[in-house]
């Protein structure tokens, strides 16, 4: 039995330049953290003594009686990307929803893949793993992804990704004070809309408007550079939260689909309730909104945004994906 715990991501600042449609032209900067929500996945070799071969248990159960036959996406292409045709009993279990902007998809591959490297008795690095997962999303499974997450649930912790032209990319620690770092933790409020979206649709539609040469990415980027020199240099927190305020109301003008009018309310009383700036995370269309406030208006903001279905506490996570449980036995 092999499990893993694998954290999500929350992105900052330059959510979009790590699309290959952007960073093939101008290079890529992303800004972001994990935090302590997780996802974790169990496998183990499933004994023959079943009228079917494999068994996943997510939202929903399969019972297949080949590996190929698998529904879900994930499940299916690291698999086929690896190779296995071991029949397997597979569980997964979120501390948050999917499909809710906190790149959930790709820390589910990248959870997935660790344990079946662990179930080889291997251990990749965390580059390889994520280089590996975003093999499987982009080439496998040819979704519409960047290379963001995949390199955030992999590695953990805060950190500035650099990416140049050709795609390589550097892994960047932010190291701050731990009273900075204490209070960035407290400044952030990290709530959750109740509206869920396909990701793959609404990244979709602006590659399309980077292709198009039109997708206002070039403003996200210089303001991703500046937010990275502000976080080097301790600058106060309402600086930052001006720069994520600003970024987002960029963001929203790419695509219709990545806000709509229910979110723009949430995010203006947001505001007027006495926030710095924020965002909504992911590709946008719903999910989870967050807040860069002082702590003392946490609970103004709270009572001014009642459609808010659940506010998450925020830790940030400094492990990355991890193997919680290993042993050989059935």
């Not at 009228?51 to 879900?72: C, G, P």
């Not at 280089?131 to 963001?148: H, M, S, T």
């Not at 292709?211 to 403003?219: A, D, F, H, V």
């Not at 790419?254 to 229910?262: E, L, P, R, V």
Request: net charge neutral; hydrophobic share 40%; with cysteine.
């Amino acid at each position: 039995m092999i499990i893993t715990r694998t954290p999500f991501r929350l992105s900052f600042f330059g959510g979009g330049t790590d699309y290959n449609a952007w960073f093939s032209e101008h290079g890529g900067l992303v800004v972001g953290t994990t935090f302590r929500r997780y996802c974790y996945i169990s496998c183990r070799k499933l004994p023959p003594f079943f009228d079917y071969k494999t068994r996943a248990v997510y939202s929903r159960t399969e019972l297949v009686k080949e590996n190929h036959e698998i529904q879900h996406p994930a499940i299916r292409g690291c698999l086929s990307h690896l190779g296995i045709q071991d029949g397997l009993e597979i569980h997964h279990d979120g501390d948050l929803p999917a499909r809710s902007g906190l790149g959930s998809s790709s820390t589910f591959t990248v959870g997935f893949l660790l344990g079946l490297y662990a179930m080889r008795h291997e251990m990749p690095t965390k580059k390889n793993l994520a280089d590996q997962a975003i093999k499987v999303e982009q080439d496998v499974l040819r979704e519409n992804v960047g290379i963001q997450d995949q390199i955030f649930a992999a590695h953990g912790g805060l950190r500035a990704i650099n990416i140049d032209r050709k795609g390589d990319y550097e892994v960047n620690s932010l190291i701050l004070p731990p009273d900075y770092l204490q209070a960035l933790e407290e400044h952030v409020l990290l709530g959750f809309t109740g509206q869920t979206r396909d990701a793959t649709h609404m990244a979709g539609a602006q590659i399309e408007k980077i292709q198009r040469g039109n997708s206002c990415m070039s403003e996200i980027h210089s303001i991703a550079q500046e937010a990275l020199q502000l976080f080097e240099a301790k600058a106060d927190l309402p600086r930052i939260g001006k720069l994520l305020d600003a970024s987002w109301r960029i963001k929203r003008s790419i695509t219709t689909g990545i806000s709509n009018d229910q979110i723009d309310d949430l995010y203006e009383a947001g505001l007027n309730a006495g926030a710095y700036g924020g965002k909504l995370l992911g590709a946008g269309g719903g999910g989870f909104i967050m807040f860069l406030a002082p702590p003392c208006n946490h609970q103004r903001i709270k009572d001014a945004l009642p459609g808010v279905k659940v506010w998450v506490p925020f830790k940030m996570d400094q492990s990355g994906a991890q193997v919680i449980m290993h042993t050989d036995a059935y």
